[in-house]
């Protein structure tokens, strides 16, 4: 099983800020198959990212991902209000599909 | 765009067995995606509990495959989860979701007591 780790657990910003987002795998995932998802309270995770860099068509263009083989990155520039919200990578390289714990951004 | 609804008890009892299904609206179900179970707890976080893909084929992952059996039923755009001799470990919110291993969409959620 692959193992995510995720850095910082917190990150303390303001709107407007940028954000960088760390997903670090145990081995390497198979074919950079790596997602991020947000999270806000209440709500289901959403995609943002998809095969480490592929950005689906809802979701904004202030979020960008890339990396690859087990270090993996999401950046976020310019927060909005909106983007204060947990954030999950994933792996589905191989099953089991795990998910890192999360890193909380938080408005500072 | 996929439209997903969870739904079932909210309460189970220890060693008994947890029933979910997931409706879908919106997209037939044989369109390649894979249906998935993943569920949610503070102690877990995020956990992929498996995924049905071509309405054949199904993998778990090995933490719940002794226990596990998922369904797809193609004609009543629905597929389900059984869970069984569930522990109070296994509350949690549960999700349906939908994707080619990413997950694009997603249901509410729907949270699952063990208690007795």
């Known amino acids: 099983e692959i193992v995510l780790t995720q850095s910082p657990a917190t990150l303390s910003l303001s709107p407007g800020d940028s954000a960088t987002l760390s997903c670090g795998a145990s081995q390497n995932v198979e074919r950079n198959f790596v997602a991020w998802y947000q999270q806000r309270p209440g709500l289901a995770p959403r995609l943002l990212i998809y095969?480490?860099?592929r950005r689906p068509t809802n979701s904004p263009d202030r979020f960008s991902g890339s990396g690859s083989g087990t270090d993996f990155t999401l950046s976020i520039s310019r927060l909005e209000p909106e983007d204060f919200a947990v954030y999950y990578c994933q792996q589905y390289g191989s099953p089991p599909f795990t998910f890192g714990p999360g890193t909380r951004v938080d408005m500072k | 765009q996929v439209q997903l609804q969870e739904s079932g008890p909210g309460l189970v009892r220890p060693s008994e067995t947890l029933s979910l299904t997931c409706s879908i609206s919106a997209q037939s179900l044989s369109t390649g995606y894979q249906w998935a179970w993943i569920r949610q707890s503070p102690g877990k976080g995020l956990e992929w509990i498996g995924s049905t893909y071509r309405s054949d084929y199904t993998y778990y992952n090995p933490s719940f495959e002794s226990r596990v059996t998922m369904s797809i039923d193609t004609s009543r755009q629905y597929f389900s989860l059984r869970l069984k001799s569930v522990t109070a470990a296994d509350s949690a919110v549960y999700y349906c979701a939908v994707g080619f291993g990413s997950f694009d969409s997603w249901g509410q959620g729907t949270l699952v007591t063990v208690s007795s």
């Open positions: 095969d480490a860099s």
